[in-house]
Every structure is written in structure tokens, then in C-alpha cells.
């Protein structure tokens, strides 16, 4: 994060592109986290399938909880793609398409 800090006060990386990374650190960390309690071991980083139970597990460990289980699932599938989203096309715009 200190890094990610320099660039945006140096102007190389705008306030908002910043913000818009660091949300996105902190998501994946969160859900890294909540994969390691899912599944016991650190090593595993595949998200299981958005319509399968081990990821409506995972979302209601990371605090996706709603009385509809499959609704807080699906809140957790908007924001991994939001956030993927915002980071493809930061890096798009600042390193070119791959």
C-alpha cells in the first residue's frame, strides 16, 4: 500500500485510481481470507462456481449474510466483477490491452 501511496502523491496514479486499487487489495484479501476458513489450507485460491454452495458458503463467511442465502451469493458475484472490472481497465488505460 505504501507504494500504491507514492504513485498517486507523485500524480503517476490519480486519487481515484488509488482508492479504486486499494478497495480491490483489501476485496481479495477478504476473500482469500475467507477461502482459507472454508477450506482449511492456505494454498487453494480457486473460487468455487457462483451457483455452487461452497460459494454461497464462502460469501456468508465473508459477510454476505441475508435471510436468502443465494441473494447474499449473488451480491458477492457483483462485487468480484465490479471490482475485477475496475482494475482490467485501470490497467488497460495505463498499460495498454493484453
Request: glycine share 8%.
Given at each position: 500500500?505504501q507504494?500504491l501511496?507514492g504513485?498517486?502523491?507523485?500524480?503517476?496514479?490519480?486519487?481515484?485510481d488509488?482508492?479504486?486499487?486499494?478497495?480491490?487489495?483489501?476485496f481479495?484479501?477478504?476473500?482469500i481470507d475467507?477461502?482459507?476458513m472454508v477450506r482449511?489450507n492456505a494454498?487453494?485460491r480457486?473460487l468455487p462456481?457462483?451457483?455452487s454452495?461452497a460459494?454461497?458458503?464462502?460469501a456468508?463467511?465473508?459477510?454476505?449474510?441475508t435471510d436468502?442465502?443465494?441473494?447474499?451469493?449473488?451480491?458477492l458475484?457483483?462485487?468480484i466483477?465490479?471490482h475485477m472490472?475496475?482494475?482490467?481497465k485501470?490497467?488497460?488505460?495505463?498499460?495498454g490491452?493484453l
Amino acid at each position: 500500500m505504501q507504494a500504491l501511496t507514492g504513485l498517486v502523491e507523485c500524480g503517476i496514479v490519480t486519487r481515484q485510481d488509488g482508492e479504486n486499487l486499494r478497495k480491490a487489495y483489501f476485496f481479495i484479501r477478504m476473500l482469500i481470507d475467507g477461502l482459507r476458513m472454508v477450506r482449511g489450507n492456505a494454498k487453494d485460491r480457486v473460487l468455487p462456481p457462483p451457483d455452487s454452495d461452497a460459494f454461497i458458503f464462502l460469501a456468508r463467511r465473508v459477510g454476505y449474510t441475508t435471510d436468502d442465502w443465494q441473494a447474499g451469493a449473488r451480491h458477492l458475484q457483483t462485487d468480484i466483477e465490479q471490482h475485477m472490472n475496475a482494475t482490467k481497465k485501470f490497467f488497460e488505460r495505463t498499460f495498454g490491452a493484453l
